[in-house]
């Protein structure tokens, strides 16, 4: 694998993982608010509230009015037919009968001129009913909505860790490949994981620099972008040969090496190490 499989591999994985990340930012999935029962309950109320009727005798303050009307009424016709009858000697009379129907009457007719005072009431108590309903769908949709934002906050806020998380690793990646392919450095197994590496792309990264610098053995390294050479043996010391390895490329590459351990605590145990594989 080439050094510009590896980048391209990697930049393939990073874009997609970014862009997913972006796909479930932007939408929240299966998101239940705790007030979705109440709000369809009122949306149920609201929608299938019967048209505005006024019975008038399903009016209680119509039925309040028409008892006290009809009471007094017929108080004011006894009371007339009363007096007429004394003018009479305590007889009743054809007269006297209607001047009490008279007063009997005009106290109907006042219940009835209370009839569209007593309509408007009742279509105000039918709007104000609506109105409450309507006062508390808002109010459970607002609650809903920020319920909704909070829990939105809070994906966000993890997702735009995850991609400073990501965005680090993938820093480190950057560097680590510039770093093995400048000086031929070898990562232990702890940053190869931190920078999401496998030890495969790391073999071919160091395979490239030693073959740009010309110091893979003469007696016969891997093409591969590793194999026995990076096991810590070459294949000539696998057969008892002698390895043909020059004093300069030694140097070489211990020089380079050197210059890496600026980047790393650990690179002059690992250079040591590396050191004595190739002597």
């Known amino acids: 694998m080439s050094t510009n499989e590896i980048e391209k591999e990697q930049t393939d994985a990073y874009g997609a993982t970014m862009q997913a990340l972006r796909q479930v930012q932007d939408a929240l999935p299966d998101f239940t608010s705790s007030y979705d029962g109440e709000i369809n309950r009122l949306y149920e109320q609201i929608t299938n509230r019967k048209e505005f009727r006024y019975d008038v005798n399903s009016d209680p303050l119509y039925n309040m009015y028409r008892d006290r009307y009809v009471s007094d009424g017929r108080m004011a016709m006894r009371d007339t037919m009363g007096q007429a009858a004394s003018l009479t000697g305590g007889y009743g009379s054809s007269y006297g009968q ?35 309903l309507a006062g508390q769908l808002d109010t459970a949709a607002k609650l809903a909505d920020k319920e909704y934002g909070r829990a939105k906050d809070k994906q966000n806020a993890a997702i735009s860790l995850e991609k400073e998380s990501y965005n680090r690793r993938w820093q480190s990646y950057q560097s680590l490949i510039d770093i093995i392919f400048k000086s031929g ?90 050191t004595d594989r190739v002597q």
């Open 98 to 132: 209607a001047v009490g129907q008279q007063q009997y009457d005009a106290y109907l007719q006042k219940l009835s001129a209370l009839m569209p005072e007593l309509y408007t009431a009742a279509y105000d108590r039918y709007a104000a009913e609506g109105d409450r």
């Open 185 to 274: 450095y070898q990562p232990s197994s702890e940053e190869l994981e931190a920078a999401g590496m496998s030890q495969e792309q790391a073999e071919a990264l160091r395979y490239e620099y030693l073959r740009a610098n010309k110091l893979l053995p003469t007696g016969g390294g891997s093409s591969g972008g590793g194999g026995a050479y990076w096991g810590g043996s070459s294949s000539a010391k696998k057969s008892g040969k002698e390895d043909t390895t020059t004093s300069k490329e030694k140097m070489l590459l211990a020089g380079n090496a050197r210059g890496a351990s600026k980047t790393s605590k650990t690179s002059k145990t690992r250079r040591s190490g590396f």
